[in-house]
């Protein structure tokens, strides 16, 4: 029991730190500090090197040098914040409604079955709540933020062990 809630405090500490750095670090104004258009069947994911083939379910990075991954599901992304240990600029995930990029900390995002994302991680992001809402009833799953996605950590313990 004891262990448990340990590991509870740890999970509770390691979000806290993940979504404060990302809320304060600066987002900048300079051409080349925003995402790039995603040239599906052309760029590959910065983790698992896959072909990024499906609008809607990828993001981006940019770390302090200005330099820009592209990852082909939220999850790849969010597994390469953990494992990155260093200070990232900017991250933005895409609207699987359409509306282009969304901040990763203003995104809304559902979490739903392994098979609705491109490498299994079932996470959906969306600019609106009203359309996160909407596709959570239609396809199943929970609605939540940043700081949910983070804390459903099972679903993400296979892949981040098999790249720390």
């Given at each position: 029991m004891a262990s448990g809630l340990l590991a509870a405090a740890l999970v509770g500490a390691l979000v806290?730190?993940?979504?404060?750095?990302?809320?304060?670090?600066?987002?900048?104004?300079?051409?080349g500090?925003?995402?790039e258009p995603m040239r599906y069947d052309r760029d590959t994911c910065a983790r698992c090197r896959m072909r990024i083939s499906q609008p809607g379910q990828g993001g981006?990075?940019?770390?302090?040098?200005?330099?820009?991954?592209?990852?082909?599901?939220?999850?790849?992304?969010?597994?390469?914040?953990?494992?990155?240990h260093r200070e990232v600029t900017s991250a933005w995930v895409e609207d699987h409604g359409g509306g282009g990029f969304v901040p990763l900390t203003a995104a809304w995002f559902?979490?739903?079955?392994?098979?609705?994302?491109?490498?299994?991680?079932?996470?959906?992001a969306f600019q609106e709540e009203g359309a996160a809402r909407a596709h959570a009833l239609r396809h199943?799953?929970?609605?939540?933020?940043?700081?949910?996605?983070?804390?459903?950590?099972?679903?993400?313990?296979?892949?981040?062990?098999?790249r720390e």
């Open positions: 806290g730190a993940l979504v404060g750095a990302l809320v304060l670090l600066p987002g900048g104004s300079d051409a500090a925003g995402p981006e990075l940019r770390d302090p040098e200005g330099k820009l991954t592209k990852y082909d599901d939220v999850g790849c992304l969010l597994v390469a914040l953990w494992s990155e559902v979490l739903g079955a392994s098979s609705e994302s491109p490498m299994g991680f079932g996470v959906t199943g799953g929970t609605v939540g933020r940043l700081e949910d996605v983070l804390r459903d950590t099972a679903r993400f313990q296979r892949a981040r062990a098999s």
